[in-house]
């Protein structure tokens, strides 16, 4: 049985509560909830809009990855958690043109969006992934 590994990177937020942000365990990569914070100060990013939040969330999910030895491509499922149904098409585009500039195999991940009550006031959007690292 493989060795459990915390994945840190300064490419997005640091942890502010009891949970890493990354885990690799084996070939899996378990990325967890990102919002839009930058990751030098982190400071909350773009209130009021979503499409530009889920673009800085979107970044700091690939930045983890990254550090755990995977890409956008190996990710089989990202997990969506917005504040507002009305908010869905504007994630939804800056989602699908995230991940289609980021899959060049054209296999796009699996993913399931929830509507939520989220950490932080300004958050309108938090993101999570799963990625399988061959």
Wanted: aromatic share 6%; glycine share 8%; charged share 25%.
């Amino acid at each position: 049985m493989s060795d459990k590994t915390e994945i840190r990177t300064d490419g997005a937020p640091a942890p502010a509560w009891v949970f890493s942000q990354g885990v690799r365990k084996g070939p899996l990569l378990q990325v967890s909830g990102q919002g839009p914070q930058d990751p030098t100060t982190g400071e909350y990013l773009h209130p009021g809009d979503v499409k530009a939040q889920t673009r800085r969330v979107l970044e700091n999910v690939r930045a983890i990855l990254e550090a755990g030895g995977a890409s956008v491509e190996d990710v089989l499922m990202f997990r969506v958690y917005l504040t507002k149904r009305e908010d869905f098409a504007a994630m939804n585009e800056a989602y699908g043109e995230f991940v289609k500039a980021n899959c060049p195999s054209g296999v796009l991940p699996c993913r399931t969006t929830v509507f939520v009550d989220l950490p932080h006031e300004s958050m309108l959007v938090e993101i999570d992934a799963l990625a399988c690292v061959a």
